[in-house]
């Protein structure tokens, strides 16, 4: 597991996108873990996750944080956003750039400072 020490010359070596694919496997768990109580079948779970993890919701989400973010931050939220200029077919490239800038801040804060990402998970309105 990741130590939680990187130097500024290590940080610039990673990409928006591998932030995003940090990013990503942490606001799902995030998500996943807030509704397992109360206790219900898996199949349940799984239909909440879902909704959850989609892009338009990150893309909601994103725009909430928004006024919460800092420099550094927002400047991340940019970066994500711009690495990607194709989405899926379903959605609008806006939309997915929004949630690949979610992914991309969740990551880099993953990375770099724990306890703002908690405090920036714990501002987002699940339910």
Request: charged letters at 20%.
């Amino acid at each position: 597991m990741f130590n939680g020490e990187i130097s500024a010359s290590s940080l610039q070596q990673i990409s928006p996108v591998s932030f995003a694919y940090i990013g990503d496997a942490v606001y799902e768990l995030y998500i996943r873990t807030n509704f397992l109580l109360p206790s219900k079948k898996i199949s349940d779970y799984h239909h909440k996750v879902v909704e959850k993890v989609r892009a338009e919701s990150q893309a909601s989400y994103l725009q909430n944080l928004y006024p919460l973010l800092t420099e550094i931050e927002l400047n991340w939220v940019r970066r994500g956003r711009n690495s990607v200029n194709k989405s899926p077919r379903r959605l609008p490239l806006q939309t997915y750039q929004q949630a690949t800038g979610l992914e991309t801040l969740l990551g880099y804060l993953y990375i770099c400072d724990r306890p703002r990402l908690e405090y920036l998970l714990s501002q987002i309105k699940i339910y």
